[in-house]
């Protein structure tokens, strides 16, 4: 998934990026439908939990989390595993790696 | 667990052979690599780091740290060089991406606390890269 924020730096200076988000599940594969997951029904989950929460947004005004920590790359990939995993069925979630820039990737595992 | 992987690039030449091997073998060994006028490639490192989120910074190392290193450690000794001539490690191993990777990782893996290298991909061409994984226990 692909989505745009902005953030406020420790010296208050506001930045933004196109971050790129890649999630991994696993989990036994459902012998009915062949899968592991409905991938229609994972793409719901992400619009809800983090579009709708992050795109076009600033992290540090227009949203909750950022009040008591600094919203860096690694502090922002933890919170979209901790929102994910919260809304996943238990322990599907596998890895989070989000992208703000082509030279930076932040992971993410249990 | 929170991994951190930052991409550098760098360009440089290098030949592909052993001093104390005739051209014949190191022409059977690395085929056109060996080529004593050497050639260069677009190199793409990307360095995989581990460690505690501090929890006031937000960061797994402070930002920029890494940046430093590698410039001042691997970019300034590799960009832009032809390592056989130019690096004296090179003097002493046959620059294969093997061999960079193994010297950008003893380069990188000290200066990185409390953070802990975990990964080094150096990406030679589209269809060949290297990667060196550290032990899980190594830290």
Known sequence: ?110 | MIRLTRRYDFSAAHVLAREDWSPERNRAVYGKCANPAGHGHNYRVELTLEGELDPRSGHVLAPGRLDELVHARVLRELDGRFLNRDVPWFARHVPTAENIAAHIWDSVAGGVAPARLVGVRLVETRNNSVEILGAEDSA
Do not use: C
């Open chain 1, 1 to 110: 998934m692909d989505f745009s924020a902005s953030y406020r730096d420790a010296n208050g200076v506001t930045r933004g990026h196109n971050y790129e988000l890649e999630v991994t599940l696993s989990g036994k594969v459902d012998p009915r439908t062949g899968m592991v997951v409905d991938l229609k029904d994972l793409k719901e989950l992400m619009e809800r939990e983090i579009e709708a929460r992050f795109d076009h947004r600033s992290l540090s005004d227009d949203t909750p989390y950022f009040r008591e920590r600094p919203a860096t790359p690694e502090t922002f990939a933890q919170l979209i595993f901790e929102l994910l995993d919260a809304a996943l069925p238990d322990g599907s979630l596998h890895r989070v790696r989000l992208s703000p820039t082509r030279d930076l990737t932040v992971e993410v595992t249990r």
